[in-house]
């Protein structure tokens, strides 16, 4: 453990030189983690913190897998990285695509690789472009996004998202991104008809969307199975199979944004699993590599392939990053999928998510605590000033967190004022029970 002073240097250079760009009041007492194992951080002034995050939503397998670096370390002395462009491939590359092929839904069985989420989505916009220009239908280039989604960093990615305070300083606006309200059945804030369900209140909302601004204008729909950074919010269960039917209805792509729910998060290896649902992309990465190395990607339909596939030379789908298919990152991901599957940890997540679920059930004798919500092991819970009037209270989920955190258990205040679990899928059922103990101490301490 390096000494006090070693310390104090260290978060010096952190927040001159790594850390300037938020709010400097924010900075206080930020954990340096050194190492972790599990689900558990240690920092280098010696505290242990139950990372009930998964780091951002990401650490699928657990800290300090040794098989993960012993894939990255073997594939790195084989080959590190070389191109991925036309012409050339590498072993690790070429098999996790053929791993990913089918399994997410059978139709989809092309793999687009990138190194995170915010570059998946982008290619995800620009690919849906693409598809209705190779089909004739150039002025469809519209996205419908959802209120309260997260999609990214990216100059589109940012507009695609439906948080307003990611967009207030970067405007102006990309056009082309058009929001409607998120399926929320705790806080709707759309149009609900009598005898209307939550679902289908909002499943029309995105109709209406279509309709003003018409279907010819649209590329594709996005949306996250469940939205994480804007507050874990479960879709009602008829959602959406009647999304999937007005995008074929009015001949729209779905694009699904698995980045948080990818990868077993949710109970099943995919989100769209939890409703059959067929979306034409599916992005991915957090979860796709444990977090160990940069990974993320796009999965295409057969359909959007083949218009890619039977393009003229002069319409060639002109689209790649330097670090697309990198091997190294490719080599880790095939290990983390055997991890994940030789230890059924999507089956551990539904089981164990259970549990969590059921525990912070129990925090409703808190009138502080709204709701409490998931699905497998990507929970939130909600806290309100008035249960009757539903009201956030964003200063008291900070205050919470905060307490939460000095108490050892780390967990992320999102969306109104949720606050989120999600930790590694290896967690333990005793582990489970601590976030929970923990967050009951903190509420009776309040
Ligand atoms: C649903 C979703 N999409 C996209 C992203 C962006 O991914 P990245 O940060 O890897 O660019 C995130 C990040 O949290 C996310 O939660």
């Known amino acids: 453990m390096p000494d006090r002073a070693d310390v104090a ?23 340096v983690v050194e190492r972790a194992e599990g689900v558990w951080l240690h920092t280098v002034d010696g505290r242990k913190v139950l990372d009930g995050l998964a780091g951002l939503w990401n650490v699928n397998a657990g800290y300090g897998r040794a098989e993960l670096a012993d894939a990255a ?54 690919t849906a472009r693409y598809y209705w220009k190779r089909l004739g239908k150039p002025e469809k280039y519209k996205i419908i996004a959802r209120k309260l989604a997260y999609h990214g960093i990216t ?35 759309g149009d609900q008809r009598p005898g209307e369900s939550v679902g289908q209140a909002a499943a029309r909302a995105i109709e209406e969307a279509l309709l003003r601004e018409g279907p010819e204008t649209v590329a594709a729909v996005i949306a996250e199975p469940i939205q994480g950074v804007g507050g874990v919010i479960v879709p009602p269960d008829d959602y959406f199979p009647l999304v999937r039917a007005l995008c074929d209805k009015y001949e729209v792509l779905l694009i699904t944004d698995e980045v948080i729910t990818g990868f077993g998060r949710t109970g099943t290896w995919f989100g769209v699993q939890q409703w059959g649902l067929r979306p034409d992309l599916l992005t991915f990465a957090k979860g796709i590599t444990s977090g160990y190395v940069p990974l ?65 059930q129990t925090l ?27 009201a956030p209270h964003p200063d008291l989920a900070g205050q919470i967190y905060g307490a939460l955190l000095k108490r050892g258990v780390r967990s992320r205040r999102v969306g109104a004022s949720t606050l989120a679990f999600a930790p590694p899928l290896v967690i333990t059922e005793d582990e489970i029970d601590l976030i929970v103990k923990t967050f009951g101490a903190v509420l009776d301490a309040l």
């Open 9 to 31: 240097t260290l978060l010096e250079h952190d927040q001159r030189q790594l850390h300037p760009y938020y709010h400097p009041n924010k900075h206080t007492d930020p954990l």
């Open 155 to 189: 100059l589109a990615t940012t507009f695609a998202t439906g948080i307003e305070r990611y967009h207030k300083m970067f405007g102006p606006a990309v056009p082309g991104f058009v929001h409607v309200p998120a399926p929320y059945p705790y806080r709707y804030d």
């Open 73 to 126: 370390r073997e594939q790195m002395l084989k080959v590190a990285f070389t191109s991925n462009f036309v012409g050339m491939t590498t072993v690790p590359a070429a098999e996790l695509a053929h791993r990913l092929a089918g399994l997410a839904h059978p139709s989809l069985n092309t793999v687009f690789f990138a190194s995170g989420g915010s570059e998946a989505n982008d290619s995800a916009f620009k």
């Open 296 to 360: 993320g990607g796009l999965l295409l339909s057969d359909a959007v392939r083949d218009a890619i596939w039977n393009a003229p030379e002069a319409e060639t789908w002109m689209h790649g990053y330097t670090y697309s298919g990198h091997a190294a990152a490719c080599a880790v991901g095939l290990r983390n999928l055997d991890l994940l599957e030789q230890e059924a940890l999507p089956a551990r997540a539904r089981q164990l998510g259970e549990r969590l679920l059921a525990g912070l």
């Open 364 to 390: 409703l004798e808190f009138p502080v605590v709204g709701e409490a919500r998931g699905r497998g092991l990507l929970c939130g819970v909600e806290i309100v000033k008035d249960r009757a009037t539903r």
